[in-house]
């Protein structure tokens, strides 16, 4: 009980919007609430019984009155509507340079992976002024991930994606709930997210960020593998790859990955479904729900073999091997480039690295692996560009699978 | 259906306190009512009286009031601190859910049509009985039993789902009696069904001669409306429950996705009855306030129609806006578009029937009885409870507040400060009528008021604490809305205070009372024309409506509540002018 506040700190771009709204719709909250209660209080007083005053040609129905007060509210709440309709719509519209962060909700905890490769738990750190974008889902049941000073918040559901995004103005420490019930210890699955300067957050990137936050996940000194590295290992661990080339050449049982991100799929029942993380996902849990027209489906489920957070992982190295999609992610591949990946391995020097990392069969996120660390852009939010590249030592699905397709 | 007939030329004056004026004879001084009809235990547990099936409801409910106000208050109380001293989480849980189960299945959704509209509609509307008297016997003891089933589950283990029951939580991972308790709303569910239908019945086919619809209590408008909600939207809630119970059991997937279910289902088919489930809730309070405003004003309500279509107004549009709770779920941007639309339309009616009533007591001869202050605060807290609704409608506004205490304060004002105040209003109100005696009124306008100030003490900083972000369903929470939540668990003990009062001086009341006069508020109605209280058939003779609704005279207004008092007893035959066609049975 240390302070009296009435109002929390407006922390994002939208969060000043909607405080507008917000006092636009307190403005009329009080001159309604003031208007009945003072007629209210008038007419019980004044025409009290036996108070003398004119109760003469008492009214009984007057249409124009009945039109004054049902067409006005009508008015003011259409007016109202289209205002927070609009500011609404804004919430399903992710600029597209937005820093995507995955939001993986479990009871009782909030996971966290950037693309980098950091992860963290309970807690978000991101660069004041930036746009970040949230891709959510849940591992079991639905939570929901509000920033009050953000004035935002979405439903994290098990089995689909969501989204969220926001533009932070504010450096600070501001509140992370769950705000949909989720079980016994639902009032303590939150934590803190830090809006931090720019220069405050490389700054945290590069040591704190990549100390082992909160999971200790990694004890490289020199930084954390990128999302995609990770991914990439993964790929492999479960031997995607060896029905999946990672090569724009078609090999193997199954359809190469390379550029399909965001490219509409058909099915073999005709339905047209585009390629995105909620798509990738759920072929990878239910593949016999998605057979790909032209394609024999012999994809077994990884229902119970891969977690949310690592399809996650997997389908952000997918992302790298881009597509239509993945432009808009900040990935580096560049379809202009043909498509073939080797062009973005150009100024990479650590591909072997990673080669090697994965011929030591350490897919696991957890890796004693030292890992280069890509030179870091400004915005902190590029992917690395050098794990596309390692899968080029990679062929094991010709010795497996016997060949071409 | 029904041929008004034109009132017979020897009265000039409306029935109501006019009766005064002519001079009829006095009726016998003791009779027979429903209540002295059979005294042993049996007489009451097999009876088919519409009125004594109401006091039977009104027994229940209190006793599950009982129950829920003390789990809100395990629930105030572990919320002064912020680090939950008394409760463990997992108790906190139980304690919110069962709060919430208990008041809005057992006590919110059948409190009024239940107690006060099974025993006024017959008398409104000149019957003698509901259309299916054994159904109505048979929906107490279906709500006895599912009743019984859900303070089972709730006593033995406890249920945490909160009483939305959202899945997978309900379905998949919940410990604690869930299917208990949802066998016991899908019970109770069919008791308002079997109520809603008989309403429906009884208002369409019984209503006695002369007794048109716009002659029809505004009251009974309301209960007809709650009605259509009843049996259009209980259905569904029951089919929900019973599927999040098949895949409890069974694992047969429909909403978890683990199972190849969608969770997003459950909320749209939930929403779909628990939407419109508030206006079960609100709407019968709306027509009673309508009842109050008008009887304490000496006055025809102003706009009738306009009030009585605004109910089923305020109905159809209930059932079209459930996805208002989904704004922040993976509901489309265009569906909550639609939905956020159709939610500010439902603001009309509402402000329509607030301004009649407002306007209802221009130039009327107002009487501050302890119903009035209810219906006063009652407009007032409802007024307050809609405009925040207006908040929550604004897309972008409840993508900040939806889930938080925001949502809280707007829904009790609108169910308490609303649907409570209306009922406890109504209660005082026709008290005299189901007693036979009256209650003492300093205590009860003391009571009314000491109720209003716990209310906004109570919630109010609720809307506050809600806007700062705080989360709704938190056994723990950051200090900086302590302050808030003390406050809020103060003025629940005002309110505690302001609900113990008319508990006790009802209960004094109805050995201690004085005796009531058929009339004693100068009301006109059907229902203030027959003996207090009622002998078991209603009406000895089925009256033939002349008048239409309201017609209070210039007379009624001046009239002096002493005059009115010594009034002779029961001016029931002295008004109802009968016919001898119009026999029991026989009525439309």
Redesign the interface.
């Known amino acids: 009980m240390d302070h009296l506040s009435f109002r929390a700190p407006a922390a994002s771009t939208y969060a000043e919007d909607v405080d507008k709204l917000f006092f636009a719709l307190l403005g009329l909250t009080f001159f309604f609430s003031i208007l009945v209660a003072g007629l209210l209080i008038f007419f019980a007083v004044r025409y009290r019984r036996g108070n003398k005053v004119d109760r003469t040609r008492p009214l009984t129905h007057n249409t124009l009155l009945e039109l004054t007060w049902s067409v006005g509210p009508l008015v003011l709440g259409l007016a109202m509507f289209v205002w927070a309709a609009k500011l609404f719509a804004g919430v399903f519209a992710p600029p597209k340079d937005a820093k995507e962060v995955y939001v993986i909700g479990k009871q009782w905890m909030w996971h966290l992976q950037h693309a980098n490769g950091v992860r963290e738990n309970n807690e978000l750190h991101i660069p004041v002024g930036e746009p970040v974008k949230l891709v959510m889902i849940s591992q079991d049941v639905i939570h929901a991930f509000y920033v009050p000073e953000f004035r935002i918040q979405r439903h994290v559901e098990p089995g689909r994606y969501t989204s969220m995004w926001f533009t932070p103005t504010k450096e600070g420490k501001f509140h992370l709930y769950c705000n949909m019930y989720c079980g016994t210890q639902h009032s303590e699955m939150g934590g803190w997210v830090y809006v931090m300067s720019k220069s405050a957050y490389q700054k945290w990137q590069v040591s704190g960020g990549a100390r082992p936050v909160a999971t200790g996940g990694y004890t490289s000194p020199n930084g954390a593998p990128s999302l995609t590295q990770v991914g990439y290992n993964l790929y492999n661990k479960y031997q995607c790859n060896s029905c999946h080339s990672q090569e724009a050449v078609q090999r193997g049982r199954g359809p190469s990955l390379v550029g399909i991100y965001g490219k509409i799929r058909t099915m073999q029942d005709g339905r047209k479904l585009r390629a995105d993380d909620g798509y990738l996902r759920n072929v990878t849990f239910y593949p016999n729900e998605y057979p790909l027209a032209g394609w024999p489906q012999g994809m077994p489920s990884y229902k119970n073999v891969m977690t949310e957070e690592e399809v996650i992982t997997v389908n952000a190295y997918i992302k790298s091997l881009g597509g239509p999609g993945s432009k808009n992610l900040g990935n580096v591949y560049d379809p202009a480039n043909g498509g073939s990946l080797q062009t973005n391995t150009t100024g990479s020097a650590s591909s072997g690295t990673i080669g090697g990392m994965t011929g030591t069969g350490s897919g696991s996120l957890i890796t004693n692996q030292t890992v280069q660390p890509g030179p870091t852009s400004e915005d902190g939010g590029n992917l690395d560009p050098q794990a596309p590249a390692a899968n080029t030592n990679n062929q094991q699905w010709r010795y497996m699978y016997g060949g071409e397709r | 259906m029904s041929i008004a007939l034109k009132r017979t030329p020897t009265t000039s004056t409306p029935p109501g306190g006019g009766a005064a004026t002519d001079g009829l004879p006095l009726a016998a001084p003791v009779r027979e009512n429903y209540l002295t009809s059979g005294q042993t235990v049996k007489s009451w547990l097999l009876t088919v009286d519409h009125k004594r099936i109401a006091i039977l409801y009104m027994i229940s409910i209190s006793l599950m009031f009982f129950f829920g106000a003390a789990a809100a208050g395990a629930v105030r109380v572990e919320l002064t601190s912020p680090n939950g001293q008394i409760l463990s ?2 108790t906190y ?1 139980k304690m919110f859910s069962a709060h919430g189960i208990l008041m809005v299945f057992l006590f919110l959704v059948p409190s009024i049509p239940a107690t006060l509209g099974n025993f006024l509609v017959p008398l409104m509307i000149g019957a003698r009985d509901l259309a299916f008297p054994r159904l109505n016997l048979a929906s107490w003891y279906i709500y006895m039993a599912g009743g019984l089933m859900i303070l089972a589950s709730l006593f033995l283990g406890g249920v ?3 009483w ?1 029951f ?1 899945t ?2 309900s379905s ?3 410990n604690g009696n869930v299917s208990l308790a949802i066998v016991g709303i899908f019970l109770a569910g069919f008791s308002s069904i079997f109520t809603g239908l008989n309403f429906i019945v009884t208002i369409h086919k019984m209503r006695a001669p002369g007794m048109t619809w716009f002659r029809l209590p505004l009251f009974i408008w309301a209960m007809y409306a709650t009605s259509v909600i009843i049996i259009l939207g209980t259905p569904v809630v029951a089919i929900t429950l019973l599927l999040v119970l098949v895949e409890r059991m069974l694992h047969l997937g429909i909403f ?3 199972l190849g279910g ?3 289902l459950f909320q749209h088919m939930f929403w779909f009855y628990s939407h419109p489930a508030v206006y079960i809730m609100i709407l019968p309070s709306l027509g009673i306030v309508s009842e109050l405003i008008s009887a304490n ?1 000496k ?8 009030v009585a279509l605004s109910s089923i107004a305020i109905a159809v549009f209930g059932f079209i806006v459930w996805g208002h709770h989904m ?4 509901q489309s ?1 265009y569906s ?2 639609v939905f ?2 159709i939610s ?2 439902v ?2 009616p509402s ?2 029937k ?3 009533w ?2 209802t ?8 009885t302890a119903h ?1 202050i209810y219906a ?1 605060s009652f ?2 807290l409802f ?2 409870g809609g ?2 609704g ?2 929550l ?8 507040l ?3 205490y925001f949502v809280i304060a707007h829904f009790h004002y609108i169910m308490v400060g609303g649907a409570l105040s209306g009922y406890l209003g109504g209660v005082h109100f026709w008290w005299p009528k189901m007693t036979g005696r009256m209650y003492p009124e300093a205590p009860a306008k003391l009571s009314a008021i000491i109720l209003f100030i716990g209310f906004n003490l109570t919630f109010f900083p609720q809307f ?1 604490v809600g ?14 809305y ?2 808030w939540q ?1 406050l809020s668990s103060a003025g629940a003990s005002v309110l505690a205070v302001g609900l113990f009062i008319p508990a006790a001086y009802l209960l004094w009341s109805l050995k201690y009372g004085k005796i009531a006069t058929a009339n004693p508020w100068g009301a006109v109605g059907l229902e203030w024309m027959v003996p207090s209280p009622p002998p078991t058939e209603n009406f000895e003779e089925v009256p033939i409506v002349t008048w239409e609704a309201y017609e209070y005279s ?1 007379h009624d ?1 001046l009239l002096a ?1 002493d005059d009115r008092h010594d009034m002779p007893g029961t001016p029931s035959e002295s008004q109802v002018k009968t016919q001898s066609k119009a026999e029991a049975g026989a009525p439309a």
């Open positions: 989480s997992e849980n945490d789902t909160g939305t959202y997978p939580y998949i991972y919940a978890s996705p683990e969608d969770p997003v004003s006055k025809r309500i102003f706009g009738y129609s306009f704004f922040v779920t993976t941007m909550s578009m956020s639309v500010f339309l603001a009309v402000a329509v607030v301004f009649n407002i306007t007591m221009y130039k009327g001869s107002i009487e501050f009035f006063l407009i007032g007024t307050v405009l925040t207006l908040f409608s604004s897309l972008a506004m409840d993508v900040h939806t889930a938080t506050i806007y700062l972000g705080m989360p709704r369903r938190y056994h723990f929470y950051a200090p900086e302590q302050i003390v210039p207004a509540e």
